[in-house]
């Protein structure tokens, strides 16, 4: 049974900085292709970041050069670390999996396999 489990969330002021993790289990998590993505209350969920199985990484615009995803096998782990927060960063950030994604495709939202529970960052002024 594949589990994802974020952590590191909360509330912080605009500046500030936070650092989420997501440990998974039940999974190869070398081979997998990992993301998070975060929902905005009223909006849509939204690519933030993915990292494939070799390192590449993939930022939305929205957040390049403030935030960033990196992975260590070792510990089953991937983390965002997100400086610079602004009131918009505010939302529930999701961990995801993926196992057939590649670097080419690891933006398409529909071939994560697994999810996490989510958890809340809060930005404020």
């Known amino acids: 049974q594949v589990q994802l489990v974020e952590s590191g969330g909360g509330l912080v002021q605009a500046g500030g900085s936070l650092r989420l993790s997501c440990a998974a289990s039940?999974?190869?998590?070398?081979?997998?292709?990992m993301a998070w993505f975060r929902q905005a209350p009223g909006k849509e969920r939204e690519l933030v970041a993915a990292?494939?199985?070799?390192?590449?990484?993939y930022y939305a615009d929205s957040v390049k050069g403030r935030f960033t995803i990196s992975r260590d096998n070792a510990k089953n782990t991937v983390y965002l670390q997100m400086n610079s927060l602004k009131l918009e960063d505010t939302g529930v950030y999701y961990c995801?999996?993926?196992?057939?994604?590649?670097?080419?495709?690891?933006?398409?939202?529909?071939?994560?396999?697994?999810w996490g529970q989510g958890t809340q960052v809060t930005v404020s002024s």
């Open positions: 039940g999974l190869t998590f070398s081979n997998a292709v």
């Open positions: 995801a999996a993926a196992l057939r994604l590649g670097i080419l495709t690891m933006t398409s939202m529909q071939g994560y396999d697994y």
């Open positions: 990292i494939s199985r070799a390192g590449g990484t």
